[in-house]
């Protein structure tokens, strides 16, 4: 009996929280005022690589036939064990070193596009004239319903992966925030699924940015070996 009550007690609180979290970011959404930035195509694609990973580099190159729409530049992803913070501190040198543009395109080397060239376009067109957002997860993984606000585009308080996402330069200072949080609790000894960048973005979505995803998935990461969990994995997202 004690435990019917405390499952249907966690079941009433998670519900609370994401309802609470969601009602937030619609608030926050609605008062935000952004900044007016003009989009040139073809854009800069930022992938994050490491040097030896040739394999992922190559495939990744076969699947963007996108050529109207970015310019692929390698990012040369820093090597550390745990491979975790390697991939923290690839995305943050890569943040502070686009500090001065108003906005950027980053992409890890297993995500694989599955949409078309025109679908993605007016995807991320419609994410850069909306003045209310922050950072668009083509690649996402979402664990709270999201809250749809155009026919391609829904506000997500809970998305994690980093895999493939374009940012404004509004989000710059909470995404490197997130990042040293992330270096922070890593050495007080903090678990991966606690320390992973993608999993400090959560807070930054719940509490300061709008994050937002396409309402149909556009890609995914692909099933590889993963330098960071040292197996083969297939996140299915």
């Known amino acids: 009996m004690i435990n019917r009550y405390k499952i249907r007690f966690n079941v009433f609180k998670r519900i609370f929280i994401d309802v609470f979290w969601n009602s937030l970011a619609v608030v926050r959404y609605i008062l935000k005022k952004g900044k007016p930035i003009i989009l040139e195509f073809p854009m800069p694609l930022n992938i994050i690589n490491l040097d030896r990973r040739l394999d ?92 749809k606000i155009s026919d391609r585009l829904a506000i997500t308080t809970s998305t994690q992966t980093a895999s493939m996402y374009i940012a404004k330069s509004s989000a710059y200072p909470f995404l490197i925030n997130s990042c040293t949080n992330s270096l922070t609790s890593y050495v007080n000894r903090m678990p991966y699924n606690v320390y992973a960048v993608d999993q400090q973005w959560k807070r930054v979505q719940e509490r300061s940015l709008i994050f937002c995803v396409p309402l149909v998935s556009m890609g995914q990461q692909a099933e590889s070996f993963s330098d960071i969990e040292k197996r083969v994995v297939n996140y299915n997202c």
């Open 56 to 147: 992922r580099l190559n495939q990744l190159h076969e699947n963007i036939n996108l050529n109207n729409l970015f310019y692929p530049k390698k990012f040369s992803a820093i090597e550390h064990n745990p491979g975790g913070i390697g991939c923290t501190l690839s995305h943050l040198k890569l943040l502070l070193e686009n500090i001065n543009h108003p906005y950027i395109c980053v992409i890890e080397d297993d995500f694989r596009f599955k949409c078309d060239c025109d679908t993605l376009k007016k995807t991320i067109e419609e994410f850069i004239s909306n003045e209310k957002l922050d950072v668009l997860c083509i690649g996402n993984n979402q664990r709270r319903k999201n809250i």
